[in-house]
């Protein structure tokens, strides 16, 4: 009995004095035996007042003296101490996991010193207050690729992890590390199992898409969330860089533009440098407003081909590692398109690839001057000789049949990101290209093309362009400008644009698309309803085919760019589509240090994975004798120093048992509180003081006022005349 | 006077020795006195004149009279006569109550106020009887106006002692019916009965065409009820016992026993029977004299 009691009760003695509770019956029992006895002339007013307010009086009184009673047993109580034990919690040592938040925004500074300095030396503190003889295990929420948390009942082994742990670029997702954490402490069969995470609590290492959406509760055990470092939300991130220029090639203008953004309360200044091959080539000075984005474009022009890679940086602020973002890019002498045709005419202009080649290189073969892009033909027969992958683009132009392999090969080039242009044209069998290039289930056209329209010979009757989608990025520069109004389409196939990815990007009167636009995998497919020729459209002896055609290619090959760019921790998929058997991969993080991996020739793709991307920067890789480079950027989600508070936390994190705190001796308390219960001692204090006052209220509001002292009058006498009179 | 009797007190006899207690409705009496008399014709006083009829008297005629009307009246005379007054003593346990405030209990009180009236009664050549009474009568002392009369009566007031239960209307309807001459009844009395009993044994005099004066004598404590503690209340007619927290019940107390006046003042105005109420903290003389005089006034 002793040993339940003292479960709740700090000194159970005291419980003895609950039979006080009966102090106030006794009291009144003796109360109304001593009543003293008085003899009054009669009690036939007394008898009929009392049976008249005895009941409610009973009541009453039975309530004080319930009310009275209640008093004198809290009391009691209160003076034994008790408190709410913890649940779960039994007598022995402690296992727990200690979460350490190391995401990029704990390398915020708060006055010159970084929040994940505090966190760390709060996890000592932790450590400390849980004593040699727990097990406990450190887990970081962005470990690095090897790093595994076990529980050890050595405090020296998660001291050093401790110690020796460092921030991250990355972003942190807590609920899913506590849930890590939970898998862990479950492994443990002992009772006392808690959780203590360490974090600047920034609001996005709280979000609901990283909570199991099972709905469950996320953890039953006790978490002790303890926040680091202060609430100024002052930071600004570049938070993208993107190349928006039309060519990858020398010498061609590049667009590169960088999108800012501020967190601060204020408008903050900034200065906007552009790095290129680690030197600075332009510089922008611009005003953030708080949380409205900014866009900042540089100009700047490639001279030399091959790999560069640049920066976009600001100046520093609490939070650095958001203010850089690098970007790579491949630059190229020319772009390589390859020209697949049926067979080559012995008159060059008859050939049906002869203005495709001259708008493509309009100086062809003149070293002086240099055409960007480069073309290579090739009949249909040898073309699955070809190694697609060497070349920007590849233009199908009016080839009758395409072979199984030809088509397994274009199809394995766009899907990795190469640019596909299809010409229709006399030869072209419809029903063929629909099946193997328009197939519902994988449709590299996604155009379901009907029968030929029109007459190539009767120039008299022919259709205009008359509906051009300015707004797609291919034909914006074209507006306004009306290239195509002099454009005359004799002949063209009907075509039904089929497929969410497709779009029909330039239009005949009658509705039928003349040009369509399918999305595949990471590349682009681009249908011609019409020929290259001269017999279905005049296009090609207007003014528009040529910056059509270029546009065209740099729109289709410029794919490959957006691959340049990773965020932190993702893994980098490198394809390599046309070797078959297993590559050799070298990869040199920006630390430099070399990695080596090797592609995996089973799957659908020759392609290796590589996923220490734990750092920002530029990534080089080499294979099968090429060379290219990849830049991983922070994820800017964690520039956003604004924090969650708790009931942000319990609401997301579905935990139960959850105490956020913002201190080491309110942790320290909150850990007191989970090992020895909640003390209730002041509750009780509190019950008793509250009923005492309400007794007091009640027991004098019962009470009628004391009777008057008797009113010296004159006389007293009250005398009425026989008649009435007073 | 009378000396060396407890309830005749020499102070109060004093104070009210300038004053006397009249009839204001008529009484019969054989003596002449300070009290008009129904009967007509051998008294000094005159009253009014009558038609002569045959039969009356011849002196009788007002000869100036007829000299001025030329009418034969004779004139009618007042004669003042004695008082016939009873004095009901109420002495039943309730009237032995003497709360601790007061020096007299109301029996006390209303001894001192029978004897002082029986004085002044005897002293103005009137007849005074004294009937004591609880659930019967228990003395009746028939009226006279002898002082050795007086003595005896005053012996008799401090032989009276409360104790038994209270049948007041039996009482009254008793006496009404005993007593044949009509006179002035006055009652002292603090009327714990039936109300509604006591008002018809009240009505019961009045039919007899007495005049009635009823003092209705309280003590202070039953009126204002000061009581605090919780308290066992023994009723001194019954002995029963009542344990009750005062506190609770005063307000009630206070309501019914305002009720219970207020009903004898209304019923005693209604049945033209002079209503006195008062309590034992008020010197009885200084009330009695104060009753006179306000009833001198208006007389």
Known sequence: MGAFLAQFFMNPLFLVGVGSAAVPVVIHLIHRRKAPKVRFSTLRFLRVSNERTARRRRLQNLFLLLLRSLICALLAIALAQPFLAASGWADGPVTAVIVLDNSMSTSAEDEGRAKFGVAKETAMDVLRELGGKATVALLLSNPPG???????????????????????????????????????????????????????????????????????????????????????????????????????????????????????????????????????????????????????????????????????????????????????????????????????????????????????????????????????????????????????????????????????????????????????????????????????????????????????????????????????????????????????VFQYVSARVAGRSAASLIGLPDGSPLLIENRYGNGTALMFTCSATTDWSNLPLKGAFLPLIHEIVHYVSREEMVKESYLVGSPVRLAFPEVREALPVEITSPAGDDHKLETAPGGAVNAAVFDLTDRPGVYSWRAAGRTGAFAVNPDTRESDLHRSDEAEVRGISRLEDVHVVSSTDEMRETLKRLREGLPLLDYFFLLVLVIAVFECFFSNWLTPSAPAEVRKNKLGIVTTSAHGEA | MAKGYRYLDPQAVARLSKINLIARSVVEGFISGLHRSPFRGFSVEFAEHREYTPGDNIKDIDWQAYGRTDRYVVKQYQEETNLKAHILLDTSGSMGYKSEESSLSKLEYGSYLAASLAYMMVRQQDSVGLVTFSEKINHFIPPRSTTAHLNVMLKTLETAHSGQATNISRTFHDLAEHIKRRGLIIIISDLFDDAKDVMRGLRHFRFKRHEVILFHIFDRWEIDFPFRRLTDFVDMETNDQLQIDPRFVRDDYMHRIRDFIGAYKRECAGATIEYVQTHTGVPFDLMLHSFLAKRKRLH
């Open chain 1, 146 to 488: 090897d790093y595994s948390a076990a529980l050890t009942n050595d405090p020296s082994v998660i001291e050093k992890n401790i110690l020796g742990s460092s921030v991250s670029a990355g972003r942190a997702s807590l609920p899913a590390t506590i849930a890590k954490a939970r898998e862990i402490l479950e492994e443990s069969a002992v009772p006392n199992r808690q959780i203590i995470a360490l974090s600047d609590m920034q609001k996005n290492s709280w979000s609901t898409a990283d909570t199991p959406p099972d709905g469950k509760t996320l953890s039953k055990m006790p978490v002790v969330i303890i926040g680091c470092g202060s609430k100024d939300t002052s930071n600004a991130a570049v938070t993208d860089v993107a190349v928006r220029a039309g060519s990858r090639v020398e010498g061609e203008p590049m667009s590169i533009e960088a999108r800012l953004l501020s967190f601060a309360p204020k408008a903050v200044s900034q200065t906007a440098t552009l790095y290129v091959d680690g030197q600075a080539r332009d510089r922008r000075r611009i005003t953030l407003a708080p949380n409205v984005p900014v866009a900042v474009s540089f100009t700047y022009t490639f001279t030399r081909p091959g790999v560069h890679h640049g920066q976009v940086a600001i100046e520093d602020d609490r939070l650095k590692a958001d203010n850089v973002r690098s970007f790579t890019v491949s630059i190229q002498r020319q772009l390589q398109v390859l020209i697949v045709q049926d067979e080559k005419s012995a008159v060059e202009f008859m050939d049906s690839s002869f203005y495709l080649a001259k708008a493509l290189d309009p100086l062809g073969g003149d070293a002086a001057v240099r055409s960007p892009i480069r073309p290579a033909r090739v009949l249909t027969a040898s073309a699955e000789s070809e190694k697609l992958s060497d070349y920007d683009a590849v233009c199908l132009v009016d080839v009758a049949r395409i072979g199984p392999g030809l088509a397994r090969m274009l199809k394995e080039y766009v899907r990795e990101g190469g640019g596909l242009i299809v010409f229709a044209g006399d030869n072209a069998d419809l029903r063929h290209y629909n099946a193997v290039l328009a197939d519902p289930a994988d449709a590299l056209v996604a155009a379901e093309l009907g029968q030929v329209l029109g007459n190539a010979d009767d120039h008299t009757q022919f259709h205009s362009i008359t509906d051009v989608d300015y707004s797609h990025p291919l034909l914006e520069r074209f507006k306004g400008e009306n290239i195509f109004n002099d454009v005359r």
